[in-house]
């Protein structure tokens, strides 16, 4: 089973920001395109953002404009830098490729926004 590790999250305001790391191994990170996911309490698992090898970019239209996805190829992590956060932008974020693989999965980080 392959491990990722997903930091960053926490409690903010509305209209603040945040931004998630996913540590991942070397060998997925230069093989697949990987997405950060969200699930929000009582809501199916939704698909955020991805970005390819060579850093072509996605985005749900829910985050368009505030959300930012990344790779930084010295730390081997997948970023997501998150602006402008919303109350339903509360949910925990995970990473995974895309297509997600059922075993590739970390623990998640919890993001909550609220004033």
């Known amino acids: 089973q392959v491990q990722l590790v997903e930091s960053g999250g926490g409690l903010v305001q509305p209209g603040d920001s945040l931004r998630l790391s996913c540590a991942a191994s070397?060998?997925?990170?230069?093989?697949?395109?990987m997405g950060w996911y969200r699930r929000a309490p009582g809501k199916q698992r939704e698909l955020v953002a991805t970005?390819?090898?060579?850093?072509?970019?996605n985005y749900a239209d829910s985050v368009k404009g505030r959300f930012t996805i990344s790779r930084d190829y010295t730390k081997i992590t997948v970023n997501l830098q998150m602006n402008s956060l919303k109350p339903e932008d509360t949910a925990v974020y995970s990473c995974?490729?895309?297509?997600?693989?059922?075993?590739?999965w970390g623990q998640g980080t919890q993001v909550t926004v609220s004033s």
């Open positions: 995974n490729t895309f297509p997600l693989r059922s075993d590739f």
């Open positions: 070397g060998s997925i990170f230069s093989i697949y395109t």
């Open positions: 970005i390819t090898t060579g850093g072509s970019t």
